[in-house]
């Protein structure tokens, strides 16, 4: 018998997530059947579309279940197996969340190299977040060379890929975040313009012109860049964090009607759609890694009984790049 | 010389328009030079989009000057000639305005087969308004066969034609418009569904959901539009008439979240960046109203100086199909 510790939502929050909204409880794991593993978690990580799981609203994933543990990304080596294709000692990325180990019938695992970056590169830049950049920027907001691309959120996991992907491409780059710490950053990774949203007017940052807007924010971040936006602009709908914790939907952009006036396209998109592109993600991502052309940061908050909060922070912005949980040894 | 009637614009609408901020006036036209002709106008087109022009705020098309005349769609008859390419009483369209009669240097003169259908048709069904329509569905909302389609502004001369289009193309087609008179005009033309939006709940009618929503009204309809649209749903961005005498901003749609949830696509479009697809338009339209597949209505307001109350009217939702002025006689 293995003994684990995991977190449950307990109550869904109104607003911003209370501690109280979550649960520590300890269960034991059975032993793993034919074709189970017993996977022992180095991180787990937390991301802001959880917080949608969290509202009992149907959408793109169901709501997470009050009293169960709280699934999502994890990273962890494989202690028991009884399935060939995952060895012991191997490593692996699957989305049974917030737990310190867990039983797994194989569905969802994907395998891990921890010779080509620490694993916990897995859960951002190699993972979800970093594929999220890819996708959104390259195929949804196809940005050309010399053109500008703003975007919000910029020192987090998303967005300081996608700013980093731009600067590759050839285009000149714009980048908000929350604080002077992130702001440093950027301007660390290249970007040619770096902004803190609480301090400066986002139009004036903005006044030159843009061509794609990658929105992880919302609101009036987003209305800024529609205004700002040139003909034929482009916004890639990526994530609203700005709303997440609204208790009333807030009102949209005011000026919407430019999306006629100047031609824009407005898209959409959930990551799990584009699965189909992470082979090329991986190999392109690897290579960039590599070669230094992309860099990247974590903020990791220490113990399963810790995650709570570091979603909390990380829906506050506490985080610079990849917010992610520490429960057990890494490779 | 030539005696013509002409309407300037005398003031900057503040809201609706009113009658005072036009003022008619009486030109005598200089004799057709070389490579000029006298169009004598049969008709002139009152269109929404007419309206942001009249502000004076930089768009996609220059604001009228104070104190000219409108220009805009029209067509009518060559009666003097000096260009061979336009005989004396040949038939052409043009975008010199709100005139009895013009002169002109042969820029942006289309020719107009009298033979084909009524010339006023060269300023709706076969003209601007239907390429919009054309473009707009096919090209922008791309539908497909057994998709649903909603149109706002369904019985104006482009949401008829939307709707009309989409049901050729095996779609189920949704129609709102704003009088009882015109609900039935859209139940003739084979919608599926056909409401009043000022005594139907919108979001009530489109509970089954959608694929496609063609927008030509803006505000409270494209948020209930964006909450009916099914996954990868499109909006085609068109016109926003119920905002364009908003003297302020009026906020944007409180779920524009969904776009992301849903993973939906909006995009706006200017038709004139389109002229490539006029030929394959007036083949299509040409067929389809030749077999009698796609049917037309106008609402005819008579004489130059009704055109400013023609245009209000439009504005008001006065008319049933394409709202035009007649100046003079038609083939």
Redesign the interface.
Known sequence: MTTSREIRLAARPVGMPQPSDFELAEVELPEPRDGEVLIRNAFVSVDPYMR?RMNDAK??VPPFALGEPLTGGAVGQVVVSRDPRWPEGSWVAHSLGWREAAVSDGSGLLPVDPALAPVSTALGVLGMPGLTAYVGLLDIGRPQEGETVFVSGAAGAVGSVVGQIAKLKGCRVIGSAGSPQKVAWLEDLGFDVAFDYREADTREMLREGIDVYFDNV?GAT??AAIGALR?RGRVV????IS?YNAGE??????????????????????VS?HDDRFPAFLSDMGEWLRDGRVHYRETIVEGIENAPAAFIGLLQGDNVGKMLVRVGPAA
Chains 1, 2 share one sequence.
């Open positions: 949608g959408s793109y919302g987003l209305e003909v709908a990526c994530g609203a709303q939907p807030a009102p949209g952009p005011r000026n919407m009607f430019m999306l006629v006036t100047k031609r824009l396209r407005m898209q959409g998109f959930i759609d």
